[in-house]
């Protein structure tokens, strides 16, 4: 098929499989197998870009390729990542309206990939000078920094996003760009604690470690990698900590730091915390004789107190006390009672993610401030004047189907229920409008509709999420009774199958495939709280960050 085009990037009427005689799911899959085998791997169908993830590096994305797609009119041009991106600019500058750039699949799919190609050509069609110019080098070292602290390996993925994104790019009516703004959803702060023998934490983690001079390690009490709980179980430990390219993405992430204004004091804040959360995670609990039974107390208050000093806090009694004990007030008299170890090691976890998980948005926050469009940009939020026109790209996690899914996966998946739901309606569209042109009445258009299991989730007053919180909001609240009002609930729906006995588990028949989620500590994420202790005793750090 590339043979008979007069250039590469030419069109020809195949590569839009509206042609197609007949617009079967069959027939579709059938000619992008076809194309993709030819070494095409982008066809159109209407308005819609469908990519297969290549896994190799391709000679489609340097400045020839960039440069050919940067026509006013990409009508003739053949289906590419490049098309998408141009067709959005100039359709917002020539019409004067915002767009939209919506990236969906799998895990793995390379969306991520996809978002970076669009941003850069974007980039490269608004060419600015002097503040523009810096502008753009600003939003192209995003990816870096994001990747690091949102990305990680997973089995399906070795940089996997474990965020939603949706970045928006500010112009001015003429297309100069002013200004860009970041908004995230659904960190995946779980990640921080708890990870398979074959998935990673974050990818920060491992860069700090090969980036780091021993000095600096020595000084954050950080020994091997091996002797914190947070990273041990991953099986290729040492090798990521002590590689070439971890090492290089530490720079990487510097560099991507410095670019966009990150003072160097804001830098070492941000290092030091990341160390302090790997030491939280060593502190151990043990039964003590005072409280009796299975009260906690800390096995190894050494740690409390490296924790304690990396986080510029006073007193680590008082760190101690927050991590393993409930604090009420009964008649405006406190009332103490020490946690069991398996609830002080929920709180300890607890702290982790938040300190993580607020990190995280702080340093979002800060890109903003960075990227603001001179007085008219919010601190936290998209605050988007009616003088700017803007590009706005969606990029979130993909559809997950791994041996064991938890509430992360509930949620993800959810999220692309959605996003199908949002494409199956476009198609739809563009179907009836392919029939208008063609002067075809009354022809049925079929699509499957995944309405059913998107109800099975956000159905009020009775669907999953709000039996989840349901069981939330109740102190006797449990994993089991949740399980069970969902038996009750939904044993007939279509796209739900209850598991036979005791098993904290069920299967949900979604787009992509059929998921068995496993129940336990899908409360305890969901809650999601911080106890107040635990969040008096970080106020009064001397940490500026914190």
């Known amino acids: ?311 510029c806090l006073e007193s680590s009694a008082e760190v101690s006390f927050a991590l393993t004990t409930l604090r009420t007030v009964t008649r405006g008299e406190p009332v103490d009672k020490l946690y069991s170890c398996s609830k002080a090691a929920v709180v300890r976890d607890a702290a982790a993610k938040a300190l993580y998980s607020r990190m995280f948005q702080w340093i979002v926050s800060r890109i903003n401030t960075h990227l603001q469009p001179r007085d008219n940009y919010s601190r936290s939020k998209l605050s988007v004047t009616e003088d700017h026109l803007n590009i706005g790209i969606l990029d979130i996690f993909g559809f997950e189907n791994f041996e064991a899914n938890s509430f992360e996966q509930f949620c993800i998946n959810l999220a692309n229920e959605q996003l199908q739901q949002y494409f199956n309606h476009q198609i739809f569209a563009m179907e009836k409008l392919e029939c208008a042109k063609e002067g075809v009445d009354d022809l049925d258009i079929s699509y499957t509709d995944n309405t059913p299991v998107i109800d099975l989730f956000l159905a009020r007053p009775i669907g999953l999420l709000c039996l989840l919180d349901e069981q939330c909001k109740g102190l006797n609240g449990s994993e089991k009774a949740f399980v069970q009002r969902s038996r009750e609930s939904f044993n007939k729906h279509q796209c739900f199958a209850p598991h036979r006995g005791n098993a904290l588990e069920f299967t949900i028949s979604h787009y992509a495939g059929d998921v068995t989620y496993e129940i336990e500590g899908f409360i305890e994420k969901n809650r999601d709280s911080l106890p107040e202790p635990v969040a008096d005793a970080l106020r009064f750090t001397s940490l500026q960050l914190l």
């Open 1 to 311: 098929m590339a043979s008979v085009r007069a250039q590469p990037w030419a069109a020809l009427e195949a590569d839009n499989l509206t042609s197609l005689a007949e617009l079967t799911e069959t027939n579709l899959l059938k000619a992008i197998e076809e194309r993709y085998r030819a070494g095409l791997i982008y066809t159109a169908v209407g308005d819609i870009l469908v990519a297969v993830n290549p896994f190799q590096e391709l000679l489609m994305y340097d400045g020839a390729w960039s440069g050919a797609y940067a026509a006013t009119d990409v009508s003739g041009l053949a289906p590419h990542i490049y098309r998408v991106a141009s067709a959005a600019y100039n359709s917002m500058v020539q019409g004067k309206k915002n767009q939209v750039c919506v990236i969906s699949g799998e895990s793995g799919a390379g969306k991520t990939e996809s978002a970076k190609f669009i941003m850069k050509q974007v980039m490269n069609m608004c060419s600015s000078a002097g503040l523009g110019l810096k502008l753009q080098q600003k939003i192209i070292q995003l990816n870096p920094l994001l990747e690091a602290f949102g990305n990680a390996r997973t089995e399906l993925n070795d940089n996997s996003s474990r965020f939603g994104k949706f970045i928006q790019l500010l112009f001015e009516s003429s297309g100069r760009i002013v200004g860009a703004g970041l908004e995230q959803y659904l960190l995946e702060k779980s990640r921080v604690c708890v990870q398979t023998e074959k998935e990673r934490n974050f990818h920060i983690f491992y860069y700090l470690y090969a980036g780091l001079p021993q000095e600096k390690k020595a000084q954050l009490h950080l020994k091997g990698p091996e002797h914190h709980r947070y990273l041990r179980t991953y099986c290729q430990l040492t090798k990521d900590c002590s590689s070439e390219d971890s090492r290089e993405a530490f720079s990487a992430v510097l560099e991507s730091m410095e670019s966009i204004g990150f003072s160097s004091s804001e830098v070492d804040q941000i290092i030091t915390l990341l160390a302090a959360i790997l030491h939280i995670g060593d502190i151990e609990f043990v039964s003590s004789e005072e409280g009796g039974g299975d009260s906690a107390t800390v096995r190894n208050p050494e740690v409390v107190e490296t924790v304690s000093q990396l986080l």
